[in-house]
Structure formats: structure tokens, C-alpha cells
């Protein structure tokens, strides 16, 4: 059972001057606790300024924990003590009970760590900054709670831009706030090593810095900004203790043998060619990789390991292996005898070079093994053999946990499609800091189920948890982390956390709680979660696209039809409203006399706007999104394809039938496709267009066009396509639209299919 209360402020007290200013607390944290029960008719407990925290020395870390976070200002006597402990029995060693009484507020855990995540359940359910020098009240509850998942992370890239070790710090605070347990620290790539390895000081004097980065995804030029920095062994060894404090464990990522420019920049003989190699300056996937081939190499990679495995107490190391190229494999003598002295040759389709990343990767995992550690890689390690206590972390969807379970290995799960806090967390990117493109919204995020029920009983119970992602190529600043992370780490936390059924509303009205701890602690945390949430419907029988807008609780809605910014006297929005004409809807949030961001959508209405529009095949379900009728409602997807305007189609034609409320002389049909090719994103190919006359049951084909394989320079762009014909009187329109079924020569994921991602039909 759940209590109802938020941080009701208590009625004043008789006198003022003599009874401080009461504030309630509720226990409707993020996450939620699994079991709140009150004890009715009980008394609350009160906390004044004179509250005792009661614990053992075990504990005595969570007690001064629990002091730092209660907030200033309190006066009064308290009603009795609060006492930690840790003995309670339970399966999971995080889970705490908290029983508060008149008397008594204990706080129970399984372990510390169970303590620390009872402590951050109150530290959340009592308010961060009281209105004035008051006392708390605790309402006598029975609170019971345990994690999902035992594994629970975040990830945090300090390669591409560096991170001083205080921000380090800052952010395994904001972690633990979130019952976070888990930082996994992308510590290398190609554009910088960080970590201290004594036995290759050159990877940090060389490998630690580059002079500039590319500006943007690909240019052109460069900026003029160096990045350097890296973490002494001792350093690193400081951040582990301290977020040892907090309960969070440490997994050093070592990203090999793909990602390693830097240490071939420092150590040239670590690659095939023997370089010359830079520390990279552009994004993306580099061809130079780790010779295997070279006995030097596999020392590397184990001594390497080694030094990082005696700072790094966890019981995982990451051993990276994303994104590895074998085109320069395929050329080197070198590679070319390990594939031959191994006896890799072609099996089930898969390359002797893939193979052969295969046999780095049991390598690797060796190493970490005789350190009683287990090795996590990126799932592309699943494209050949591996170990069996590889643990798989599934980001290129959740195809990588699927398959890793299938295969018996235990999996972390952190798709793209849910958990890659690089993305925009906004459609209205034009507004937001530059990102890496995407769309992960804070309802998206709260929306994974790392266990779906197409995976058994027993390849559940190999998935330890999921984390997110943060990959820094476009971050720089702490700010900006923060500004990534928060609130998409609250929904996260929900779901790392929470067992049974989520509600994104209820999470939404939880959720300013939250916002005001962030900003008691001053981070940097997006809004857009109290920004209008608007939805869109075709009513293709009113011939009207309804709108729908939702906020956070105590928020106004006003919106404009003529694209001005709302003010506090634009209509207020009290229900679904239709709109039939072209026109500017803008809205937003007004609370307290403040106003949120705006939201801006251009309805543009034609011939066929709002009709029934449905398809012969669905689009792919990851990218459905508003189906059929979004290709009539009105509403042009901008570049970015995943903000609901655009549907998505890969190995299968868009075939659309368009259903005109009345018969009529159109004599063109347009659409827009949307070309994203560094993700395999497009332009058709041809075109062909049907209409139904009147009367009719039978379509004719009125027009096609055939249209040349896309330009490789074409990168990101909205292209238009019109077909012209002679006019025709029409009840039916169909629409095919052909993509490039497979992709070009040219492009980097050639023979992989080619996505077609249409929007907005129209005719005239
Ligand atoms: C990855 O995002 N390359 C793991
Ligand atoms: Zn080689």
C-alpha cells in the first residue's frame, strides 16, 4: 500500500512563537519502496534539533550520512531517537526495513548498504529546505524494501572529455542518490587514455592528450580546444574508496582491442602497421585497432589488466570489445599467422577475423578470471565463441541479451533505445545543447523492462540489471553531465530498483520531490519533464488532429494558435482541443509565476490531412511510433527520426492507402523521407502511386519514379519527393514507396539493410 502524502505542509501551530513550524514528511520517494504500510492512529515521530542518530560502529559512516542530509534549519525537541542497525534477514543484502513509532525511527538493513538505502529513502521523504526553522514529522509507518536488480549502474566515459576527480566524486553522489551501486568507468578510447598503468607510463604522458577535436560529428575543422588529463593509480584508488563509502562499486573499463588510437599513438608497435598513430581528434569508429598478431600486444592487454585489476576491488571488469574493425586484421602478416597457428577459418559465416577478436577476447577474460574476477564486454563479443563467464552488456538493442541469455551468459542491459543518455532528451533538439542525435525521453527510459516475457524463466534470471550510458564526445563540462543525466537517472532508478508493475503518471507526480533535493544539492537537472506533454490523434471522421496536454501536478497549461510565446493570459487549457486549420500551436507551463519551455507544432492541412490512412505492412516496431494515420496528421518530422513524426521501414516497402473523406481531382502526390545515414537511415529508392476513381474497386496506377542510389555526401537531411500526374478524380489513393533495400558499397554498414523512415504525405 502506498501513502498519499507529499510533503503536505502541516497546519501552522497555534502559537507560532512558541510551537516551531511543523512539515510532514511523505514516503512517496524515487524509487519507490516496495511496501509502505502506515500504522494508523499512531502518533508520528518528530525530529528536532536535538535528534540522536543511535549507531553501531559498523555504521557509523551512515549515521553521519544521515546527519549531512537532514536540512538546516531545524528547531524544536524531537520525539525520541533514530537508530541504525543491521540485522535484518533478507535475500538481497541492499534490502532495509524502517518502522517509525512515536518513540523510535529504526532503520534496518540487511547490511550498511541496506542502511545506506533506508537512509536515502527518508533523506528523500522528508522535504530538503524547510520553509522556516521547524521540526519534522515522520507519520508512524512500517516501510519494507528491497532492489530488482543486484546490479545497478551507470556508466560515465571520462576518455573522450576528462573529468576532474571532485566531479568524479560529485557523481557517484548523484548515483547513490538514485540507489545506484554500480560505476562503470569508460576509462579508454581513441580520443584519450586516463588511467595511470606504471609498466606503459607513456599511455598517460602521450596517450593522455590531444591538441584539438573535430567540430561537430564530422566536421568540417577542428576546434581549438586541447583535452588532457588522466587519474594517477592513487587517484583512481581515492575514487574507489569513496564510492566504496556509498556503496557503489567500480567496474574500470579497458575498451579493447578496438577504441586503443591513444595507446597506439603512445606505444605505435601495439598496432598492425606500427603507425604512426594520434590520439584521435574525430568521433566515431577508427580502423586502427590492437595487433593480436604480436605477442608485445597480448602482454599489453594482460599487464594492462593486471595493474588495473589491483586498484579495482570489484568482481568485474569491462574488457570493451565494441566496434572493432578487421580490415587492416585482414592485411596483416602478423594477424594473418595467429589466425593460421590458431586454425581459425570461416564458420557459420563468421570470419577468421572476427574469430580472431574472439581469441582476444577468451584471452582477456583469462586474465581477469585468474583474478577470481569475471570479464563484461559489449555484445558484439557474442559474434564468435567466448567463456562462458563472459557477461554480456546489450547495447545495440536488446538482441545482446537475448542471445547472451539464450547462450547461458549472464547480461547487463543498456540499449540504445533506452538508456543512452548522449541522446536528446527532447525533440525540440533545436533548443537543447548539441548531442549525438537520438531521442531518449525520461517516459522512454521508464519504459525498459530489462526482462521482457519473450525471454524464459531461467534467461531472466541471468539478466543482473541494466545501467545507462553517458558517452561524452559532445560533453564537456559537469554541468552539462548533470544536465544529461538528470531527471532520465530517476525513471532509471525505477526501474533498476522497483519489482511489479510502474506508472509513468504516478512517477511524473513523485518526481518534483526530487527536483527539489537537486536543487537543494545545486545540480544542473533538465526540465523538460515539466514542459507541456502534448499528444496527438487523427480524427479522421471529425477531420480533426486532437490535442491533448498533460503537466506536472500544480502546473497551468496556455497555449497560442498563432505561434506567439503563451503568456499568463493565453487561453488556459482545461481540455482535449481540435484542430482543423493550418496554424502554430505553441504551449507551456506557468507555476509560481514562472514559465517552462515552450512547445511548438506547425499543423499544415491539405487535401488529404486526417484521412484514413492505414498500411499493407506495419512499420518496424521500434519505430511505429504513431503509426499509419502519423503520415496524414498534419504534422512534418524534422531530421531527427525518433521524435514520433517519422514511422520506420527496413527490408519492407511503405505502402500506404489513403481514404479521402470525399472523391477528389488531385494531380501530385509528395512525402518527405528523412536521410540519417551514419545509422543506416536512407533515401528511397522509387516511388508509385495508385488511385481508386469513384465507384471503383480497383487501383490504377497513376505515376511512378525510380530515383538513383543516395549520394554519399548526403549525411543528415529532410528530402522531399513529389510525383506529378495528369489530374485524376480519386477516392483511394495507395502509395509505395521504395527503399534501398540493401545498403550501398559505399556506406560503412554496407549489406545491412537500409532503414526508409517516411513522413507526411500529401497532395494536391
Ligand atoms: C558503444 O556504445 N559503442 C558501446
Ligand atoms: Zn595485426
Not at 585489476?309 to 570489484?314: E, G, S, Y
Not at 541494466?466 to 564537456?476: D, G
Not at 532509471?492 to 522497483?498: A, G, I, T
Amino acid at each position: 500500500m502506498r501513502l498519499t502524502a507529499i510533503i503536505l505542509l502541516a497546519a501552522m501551530a497555534v502559537n507560532p512563537a512558541i510551537v516551531p513550524a511543523r512539515t510532514v514528511a511523505g514516503y512517496r520517494t524515487i524509487p519507490i519502496p516496495q511496501s509502505v504500510i502506515p500504522n494508523t492512529g499512531e502518533s508520528p515521530f518528530i525530529i528536532g534539533s536535538d535528534i540522536k542518530i543511535d549507531a553501531p560502529d559498523s555504521l557509523s559512516r551512515e549515521a553521519r550520512f544521515l546527519r549531512e542530509y537532514l536540512p538546516e534549519g531545524l528547531s524544536g525537541r524531537s520525539s525520541g531517537k533514530i537508530i541504525l542497525r543491521a540485522d535484518l534477514v533478507d535475500i538481497s543484502p541492499e534490502a532495509y526495513m524502517i518502522s517509525v513509532g512515536p518513540d523510535e525511527v529504526t532503520v534496518n538493513g540487511a547490511s550498511a548498504a541496506g542502511v545506506f538505502y533506508g537512509i536515502q529513502t527518508l533523506r528523500k521523504s522528508i522535504p530538503s529546505v524547510l520553509d522556516a526553522d521547524g521540526e519534522i514529522e515522520l507519520p508512524s509507518v512500517q516501510i519494507i524494501d528491497r532492489p530488482r536488480f543486484a546490479y545497478r549502474g551507470t556508466h560515465f566515459d571520462v576518455s573522450r572529455h576528462f573529468f576532474t576527480l571532485d566531479e568524479v566524486k560529485s557523481f557517484i553522489d548523484m548515483i547513490a542518490l538514485h540507489n545506484i551501486n554500480t560505476l562503470h568507468w569508460h576509462l579508454t578510447d581513441d580520443q584519450g587514455w586516463r588511467i595511470e598503468i606504471k609498466k606503459y607510463p607513456r599511455l598517460t604522458e602521450i596517450g593522455s592528450y590531444r591538441p584539438n577535436s573535430i567540430i561537430g560529428r564530422t566536421g568540417p575543422g577542428y576546434d581549438d580546444i586541447p583535452v588532457s588529463g588522466f587519474y594517477t593509480q592513487e587517484e583512481a584508488r581515492d575514487i574507489v574508496r569513496y564510492a566504496a563509502e556509498r556503496h557503489v562499486q567500480v567496474i574500470p573499463e579497458i575498451d579493447l582491442p578496438g577504441h586503443m588510437m591513444a595507446a597506439m599513438a603512445s606505444y605505435p608497435e601495439l598496432g598492425c602497421t606500427g603507425g604512426p598513430y594520434e590520439v584521435w581528434r574525430q568521433w566515431g569508429v577508427n580502423d586502427g585497432v590492437l595487433c593480436p598478431g604480436k605477442d608485445g600486444t597480448m602482454q599489453f592487454i594482460a599487464d594492462v589488466l593486471n595493474e588495473v585489476m589491483d586498484i579495482f576491488p570489484a568482481p568485474y571488469i569491462h574488457i570493451g570489445g565494441d566496434e572493432c574493425p578487421k580490415v587492416v586484421w585482414a592485411e596483416c602478416p602478423r594477424c594473418q599467422a595467429r589466425i593460421r597457428e590458431l586454425g581459425l577459418a570461416e564458420k557459420n559465416g563468421v570470419s577468421p577475423e572476427a574469430q580472431l577478436q574472439g581469441y582476444v577476447t577468451a584471452f582477456a577474460c583469462d586474465v581477469v578470471r585468474r583474478h577470481g574476477k569475471s570479464a563484461i564486454g559489449w555484445d558484439e563479443i557474442l559474434e564468435c565463441d567466448i567463456p562462458q563467464d563472459a557477461i554480456i552488456m546489450s547495447w545495440r538493442g536488446v538482441e545482446g541479451a537475448a542471445n547472451g541469455t539464450r547462450r547461458g551468459h549472464n547480461v547487463i542491459l543498456a540499449p540504445t533505445s533506452h538508456c543512452y543518455f548522449d541522446f536528446y532528451q527532447t525533440k525540440d533538439t533545436a533548443n537543447e545543447p548539441y548531442a549525438i542525435g537520438g531521442l531518449t525521453t525520461v517516459e522512454r527510459v521508464y519504459s525498459l523492462e530489462p526482462c521482457p516475457d519473450t525471454m524464459t524463466p531461467g534467461q531472466k534470471a541471468l539478466v543482473l540489471g541494466c545501467q545507462a550510458n553517458l558517452w561524452t564526445e559532445y560533453i564537456s563540462t559537469f554541468p552539462h553531465v548533470q544536465y544529461m543525466e538528470l531527471p532520465r537517472l530517476a525513471a532509471l532508478s525505477e526501474v533498476q530498483w522497483c519489482s511489479g508493475e510502474k506508472d509513468f503518471g504516478d512517477f511524473k507526480n513523485r518526481l518534483p520531490a526530487l527536483m527539489a533535493v537537486y536543487d537543494r544539492l545545486g545540480y544542473n537537472y533538465a526540465r523538460h519533464i515539466a514542459d507541456v506533454d502534448v499528444r496527438y490523434t487523427v480524427d479522421s471522421g471529425q477531420k480533426a488532429l486532437n490535442v491533448t496536454c498533460s503537466a506536472l501536478p500544480g502546473y497551468d497549461i496556455r497555449y497560442t494558435l498563432d505561434g506567439t510565446d503563451p503568456t499568463v493570459s493565453s487561453p488556459l487549457y482545461t481540455e482535449p482541443l481540435a484542430l482543423r486549420e493550418d496554424c502554430v500551436f505553441k504551449t507551456t507551463t506557468f507555476r509560481d509565476g514562472l514559465q517552462g519551455r515552450p512547445v511548438c507544432d506547425t499543423l499544415s492541412v491539405g487535401p488529404v490531412t486526417f484521412s484514413k490512412c492505414t498500411l499493407a505492412v506495419e512499420p518496424d516496431a521500434g519505430y511505429a511510433f504513431g503509426g499509419a494515420q502519423s503520415l496524414v496528421d498534419g504534422l512534418t518530422g524534422t531530421c531527427n527520426y525518433r521524435t514520433g513524426r517519422w514511422i520506420g521501414f527496413s527490408g519492407k516497402n511503405c505502402d500506404a492507402t489513403i481514404e479521402l473523406a470525399s472523391p477528389m481531382v488531385l494531380r501530385e502526390v509528395s512525402f518527405n523521407v528523412d536521410v540519417f545515414s551514419c545509422d543506416g537511415l536512407v533515401d528511397c529508392r522509387g516511388v508509385e502511386v495508385y488511385g481508386m476513381a469513384p465507384g471503383s474497386s480497383e487501383f490504377r496506377l497513376l505515376a511512378s519514379e525510380e530515383y538513383p542510389e543516395m549520394d554519399p555526401g548526403m549525411e543528415f537531411e529532410v528530402v522531399g519527393h513529389s510525383v506529378g500526374f495528369t489530374p485524376t478524380e480519386v477516392s483511394k489513393l495507395r502509395v509505395v514507396i521504395r527503399p534501398q533495400w540493401v545498403l550501398p558499397q559505399w556506406h560503412p554498414l554496407t549489406g545491412c539493410l537500409g532503414f526508409l523512415f517516411v513522413d507526411e504525405i500529401r497532395a494536391r
